[in-house]
């Protein structure tokens, strides 16, 4: 299982493929070791970019990848949280929504005619 | 050792628009051109506050910016400085007293170097660069003696 693997264009072992994980594995956390630590923690230091916008929880900032307009509805959350409200999905509340405006209607023709 | 002693000499900067007209930004573009060629100093515009030692800053601040403004600023790591490129930042420039601005930048965070001109020239930005350098360098070398203290 360990042996060396052959083939036409290389060979394949086990034990040196270990050999590298660990050796560049300790390369990288020593040269990690010695970046930047003077950081100032629990502050906005310690927290992500997000082009100067605040970090939301993980459930409210997860984006699915085909929600090319989020960008737009998050600059207008004022205009479209109060539209998402009002869509609740019940026909009650829809026929509702159009007997108030036809009642408004008839009114503004009422008073202007 | 610290291996990040030998990017101090590099100076990466953060550019933030804080609702400039677009004529300073064009200037900062100017100074990277091969006319002016500022990178050739190692000075460089990069993306993100965390990376930067210098913030570039144009526009007056809007309203909607404001507190974007500050969380940029906290971001950037110490020792950093604030350059303010342009009128508009300096004091509000053409926008000023406008009903949607919260002021020029230093109402909303420390400035270091100011850069007047509407928009100013691509060498007095890079002057302002090197003044900020100058000031990079003081604070550097005042966090080391704090630290050796
Ligand atoms: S200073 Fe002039 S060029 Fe710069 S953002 Fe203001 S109006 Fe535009």
Known sequence: ?113 | MKLNKYFERSLWVFHLNTGSCNGCDIEIVAGLTPRYDLERFGIKLVGSPKHADVLLVTGPVTSKMLDRVKRVYEQTPDPKAVIVVGACGTSGGVFYNSYNISGSVDKVIPVDVYVPGCPPRPEAIINGVLQAWIKLENLRESMKTAQAK
């Open chain 1, 1 to 113: 299982m360990l042996g060396l693997l052959e083939t036409g264009s290389g060979f394949w072992s086990a034990i040196i493929w270990v050999l590298l994980v660990l050796v560049i594995g300790s390369m990288v956390i020593y040269i990690r070791n010695k970046g930047e630590d003077s950081y100032k923690k629990n502050t906005e230091q310690d927290k992500p970019f997000i082009s100067g916008n605040p970090e939301e929880n993980k459930e409210s900032s997860h984006l699915s990848a085909n929600h090319i307009y989020w960008g737009f509805t998050e600059a207008l959350k004022g205009y479209y949280n109060p539209l998402i409200k009002i869509h609740t999905g019940n026909i009650n509340d829809y026929s509702g929504w159009i007997i108030v405006i036809t009642v408004i209607i008839l009114i503004m023709v009422g008073v202007s005619g």
